[in-house]
């Protein structure tokens, strides 16, 4: 049985159906995106939407939806289906619909009549190019097909209304057409691997609604430009495929470049299978080099969100290569700045003053997983270069203090991640000596140190390393560790922030915390009575009066929401680190009974992945980004934690 299948009761009944998301990428910026019954629901939505280097770095729908139809008899039965003004869908093709499948590629089963079709979806790799494979399973009569395109061509944010401004025109090509609606798009070719007739038929198809912006209050109404239809008869048995992509391809190799897409690709047949997929799905090739996208389907490459994602987007699932490939890029890009204030073109706020840190914690991951000897001889230099721009202070925003302890200017402009703002200015001013900054920080001078430290020529720099980290430690207590046991958030001036925040669980989560096992121990037991979810840790207590724990509303509703009480997967990555530091293996058994709360969420939201946020209160619905790496990536590394741990236990038994 398919881990993730859902039958015809669930498919025709919407309010079920219609929440439930599926992503497909080409790991180089292009995606489909659609809900499991194949209603556009969002205006991110579309069956090809592929990234323009020319226009800008956003991501453009060209191709939103195809509808199909199935004609016997000279009878019609759509399968398309669109939600219009005042709540109406047409034209309700989801009530054939008798089976979705995601195993390997998704796919659907039609029922009309007599007429069994299944339709299977691939987007080939590293090509703005998808393939749909039409099967014609059963039919008592002669059947035929018809394909109507609708086309959007325009930023996947934005939304397109009826215009003359379009260019109407079409050529055709081998088994199929080409078409381009604005200036400065490229071309979407059209083709069969079977002959089929174009029948001009060149309207607008108007107030298509997605409900998920209407929910978000943003416009969310659109007209799509049908320039006509394809048609062409099947017969019991045969199979057809229908590429859509920005060049013309050979129709007699689509079949073989189908099933060359397939070999190799991740069956999601289990709860660590569906979040591998989904890693390798935000991964990025591009001719500079690889990346990781923060996640889908409107965030590019942010620094930040690539290094908390990478260790488990990469390591956890045994892709050590792909992780030296991004950090390689990253690093470069990174030292470049640092050097010459040039920033990247594709990594976004690399000028963030926590991303040095977050890029040595990454590293850190990497000597954990691949050994010292690897790390030594890969990234000891850039380790020890990073520390010395920091102690140096030659990194934006960040400061070392007498103390030792670093420092940032967060008042007009956020700095760490939790990043919201409203008119430029943070709605969390997290200013002066930030906690997680100062863990990040403590653990990398000993993470350098133990890389350094069996070196008979690097002694006088490990003897200066390691005074540094022993007054970040002492300074570190007596800075953010308070009467009640757990960790002021941020400290600036005589101002000491009260709030109980989750970031005090990165602190004790780091492998070198200045914190002791009793101290870490205090601030994790406040962390589970307040903070821990079955979806991740809230981003603020409950017992706060600033509690706010769902992420709806309006876009400054939401803004002022978004880091006050909702929960994210990624710092769950944390605390079980930190319950693993403070009850070692015993733990194991509550970890694993909380990762079963993500496992849950395969079958909602975005199927096979996980949501960007999750409300702080049950039914803990997930919101924002429907694929995101870094929650998917941290619980990925705490599965892989956790396989390991169960490794050691079973060998101490023996």
Request: hydrophobic share 35%.
């Amino acid at each position: 049985m398919s881990y993730l299948k859902f039958d015809k009761n669930l498919m025709i009944n919407l309010e079920q159906s219609l929440p439930k998301e599926m992503l497909r990428t080409n790991k180089s910026g292009a995606y489909h995106c659609t809900s499991i019954v194949g209603c556009n629901t969002r205006k991110q939505h579309g069956l090809l939407v592929i990234p323009i280097p020319e226009m800008d770095d956003k991501a453009h729908v060209l191709l939103s939806s195809l509808d199909e139809t199935v004609i016997q008899h000279g009878a019609p039965f759509n399968l398309g289906l669109h939600q219009y003004a005042g709540d109406v869908f047409s034209p309700n093709g989801h009530k054939y619909i008798r089976e979705f499948n995601c195993e390997k590629v998704p796919s659907m089963t039609y029922r009309v009549g007599g007429v069994v079709l299944h339709k299977e979806k691939v987007f080939i790799s590293h090509e703005n190019r998808i393939l749909i494979k039409y099967t014609l399973l059963e039919a008592h009569s002669p059947t035929t097909l018809r394909f109507r395109p609708f086309l959007a061509f325009r930023n996947a944010n934005d939304l397109c209304v009826e215009n003359n401004a379009l260019n109407k025109s079409i050529r055709h090509i081998h088994d199929g057409i080409a078409t381009c609606l604005y200036e400065g798009y490229p071309e979407l070719f059209m083709q069969f691997n079977k002959k089929a007739d174009w029948v001009d038929d060149p309207h607008w198809n108007k107030n298509i609604i997605y409900f998920k912006d209407r929910d978000r209050g943003l416009p969310y109404t659109e007209d799509l430009w049908v320039p006509g239809y394809f048609e062409l008869p099947i017969e019991k048995g045969e199979s057809i495929i229908f590429s859509a992509s920005t060049y013309e391809a050979d129709p007699e190799k689509f079949e073989t470049t189908y099933e060359q897409e397939l070999v190799g690709r991740t069956c999601r047949t289990s709860f660590y299978n569906c979040l591998k997929n989904s890693a390798k799905q935000c991964y990025l090739k591009t001719p500079g080099g690889m990346y990781l996208m923060a996640g889908y389907p409107w965030y590019n490459v942010r620094g930040r969100d690539e290094l908390i994602g990478l260790p488990g987007c990469t390591l956890a699932i045994d892709h050590k290569d792909d992780f030296e490939a991004m950090i390689r890029t990253y690093l470069d890009a990174l030292h470049r700045y640092i050097d010459d204030g040039v920033k990247d073109s594709v990594i976004t706020d690399i000028d963030l003053p926590d991303i040095p840190l977050w890029t040595l914690w990454a590293l850190q991951q990497y000597r954990r997983q691949c050994g010292m000897k690897e790390c030594l001889g890969k990234y000891k230099e850039d380790v020890r270069r990073l520390v010395e721009d920091i102690r140096a202070n030659r990194v934006n925003n960040l400061r070392l203090n007498p103390s030792g302890l670093l420092s940032t200017e967060g008042q007009n402009q956020p700095v760490s991640w939790m990043s919201a703002s409203l008119g430029g200015r943070p709605l969390i001013p997290r200013s002066g000596y930030l906690v997680e900054f100062n863990a990040l920080w403590y653990n990398a001078l000993r993470f350098l140190i133990s890389l350094l430290e069996n070196d008979p020529s690097e002694v006088e720099y490990v003897a200066s390393l390691t005074e540094l980290a022993d007054n970040v430690k002492e300074a570190f207590v007596k800075t953010f560790l308070n009467d009640y046991g757990y960790l002021f958030d941020y400290v600036s001036g005589s101002y000491t922030d009260l709030e109980v925040r989750p970031n005090m669980v990165i602190a004790i989560g780091m492998e070198y915390s200045p914190l002791d096992r009793r101290q870490r121990k205090k601030v994790l037991d406040l962390a589970t009575r307040e903070l821990l979810t079955p979806k991740g840790l809230r981003s603020l207590s409950p017992k706060s009066y600033a509690y706010n724990p769902i992420y709806v509303g309006s876009p400054e509703e939401r803004e002022r929401a978004v880091h006050q009480g909702p929960a994210r997967p990624w710092l769950f990555g944390f605390y079980a680190d930190a319950y693993f530091k403070v009850f070692g293996i015993s733990g194991l058994g509550f970890i694993e009974r909380m990762l079963i709360g993500y496992e849950d969420e395969m079958t909602e939201g975005c199927i096979g992945s996980l949501s960007e946020m999750y409300d702080g209160n049950p039914p803990y619905t997930g919101r924002g980004a429907i694929s995101t790496c870094k929650n998917v990536g941290e619980i990925l590394r705490t599965i892989k934690n956790v396989k390991e741990l169960n490794k050691l236990q079973t060998s101490d038994q023996d």
